[in-house]
């Protein structure tokens, strides 16, 4: 996949849509400083080839009652990579699900309203044949949460 190329315009439609992410089209285009035709245009081109990929909402799961999160490392047997990726799908405590190298083949951040709960997460991770092994990790805390604008650079 070829990188795109952000330019300066890019990168400060991001930060506002960052900074203000209810803001209208006008808005947003005075805090670029650009025409709004010209941010409209320059948002449809960042949707189109995938750089944006949502406007959230973004959700603070702990304010709905999920206070236990945890990684649990899944080893699955060769071949069986399509029914797990489907039985985690149907898990809707199974937030995230990474494909890794090293010891365990899948990292998924799970989310649970309390202990006993993530053991039923995790006796339901287990019920698809395929997955050998789980490793469960819990998070004590969050030092840095989860991000990805920062990386794209805007004043």
Same mark, same amino acid.
Request: contains cysteine; glycine residues 6%; aromatic residues 4%.
């Given at each position: 996949?070829?990188?795109? @190329?952000?330019?300066?315009?890019?990168?400060?439609?991001?930060?506002?849509?960052?900074?203000?992410?209810?803001? !209208?089209?006008?808005?947003?285009?005075?805090?670029?400083?650009?025409?709004? /035709?010209?941010?409209?245009?320059?948002?449809?081109?960042?949707?189109?080839?995938?750089?944006?990929? !949502?406007?959230?909402?973004?959700?603070?799961?702990?304010?709905? !009652?999920?206070?236990?999160?945890?990684?649990?490392?899944?080893?699955?047997?060769?071949?069986?990579?399509?029914?797990?990726?489907?039985?985690? @799908?149907?898990?809707?405590?199974?937030?995230?699900?990474?494909?890794?190298?090293?010891?365990?083949?899948?990292?998924?951040?799970?989310?649970?309203?309390? /202990?006993?709960?993530?053991?039923?997460?995790?006796?339901?991770?287990?019920?698809?044949?395929?997955?050998?092994?789980?490793?469960?990790?819990?998070?004590?805390?969050?030092?840095?949460?989860?991000? /990805?604008?920062?990386?794209?650079?805007?004043?």
């Amino acid at each position: 996949m070829q990188p795109y @190329e952000l330019d300066r315009v890019d990168e400060r439609l991001i930060a506002a849509l960052a900074s203000f992410p209810r803001a !209208g089209m006008l808005q947003l285009a005075r805090e670029v400083g650009v025409a709004r /035709n010209t941010a409209q245009a320059r948002l449809d081109r960042l949707l189109a080839v995938g750089v944006i990929t !949502g406007f959230g909402p973004d959700l603070d799961l702990r304010r709905v !009652g999920y206070t236990v999160s945890a990684f649990v490392s899944l080893e699955i047997a060769q071949g069986r990579e399509p029914a797990v990726d489907q039985h985690l @799908e149907a898990i809707p405590e199974v937030v995230e699900a990474y494909m890794t190298t090293g010891p365990s083949d899948l990292l998924c951040r799970v989310v649970a309203r309390d /202990n006993d709960h993530l053991g039923h997460v995790i006796s339901r991770i287990l019920e698809v044949p395929g997955v050998a092994r789980t490793t469960t990790s819990l998070v004590l805390a969050t030092r840095i949460a989860p991000r /990805n604008r920062h990386v794209v650079h805007a004043e």
